[in-house]
Nanobody, 127 residues
């Protein structure tokens, strides 16, 4: 399965963006999908996660209430709707697939769980 992340760009604080993570195969629909981000000079952090059915989600505290993760399995695509963007949201955003969903803090950063990764898409929030 190949994942392709897109939708990044340069926006102003308070603006919105929607990232997409599209998969090359329908088996994508059996995987949980996580969004991560990595800002310059900082460690990669998990942003959000969604289970295969789309009915269970996780959000990092830093984005809760502003970001929404969703998926359309008919289109083999997961979305990250990002509202009220802040300069501290500036980062390269990655999507990754795991065989099962987990919101356990240990699992979220256990990178061995993620079997497929998309290339990053850059989000820059600046006035």
């Amino acid at each position: 399965v190949q994942l392709q992340a897109c939708g990044g760009g340069l926006v102003q604080p308070g603006d919105s963006l929607r990232l997409s993570c599209a998969a090359s195969e329908r088996t994508f629909n059996t995987y949980a999908i996580n969004w991560f981000r990595q800002a310059p000079g900082k460690e990669r952090e998990v942003v959000a996660a969604i289970n295969w059915g789309g009915d269970t989600t996780y959000y990092a505290d830093s984005v809760k209430g502003r970001f929404t993760i969703s998926r359309d399995n008919a289109k083999n695509t997961v979305y990250l709707q990002m509202n009220s963007l802040r300069p501290e949201d500036t980062a390269v955003y990655y999507c990754a697939a795991a065989k099962r969903f987990s919101s356990n803090p240990h699992d979220l950063i256990d990178y061995a769980r993620y079997v497929y990764w998309g290339q990053g898409t850059l989000v820059t929030v600046s006035s």
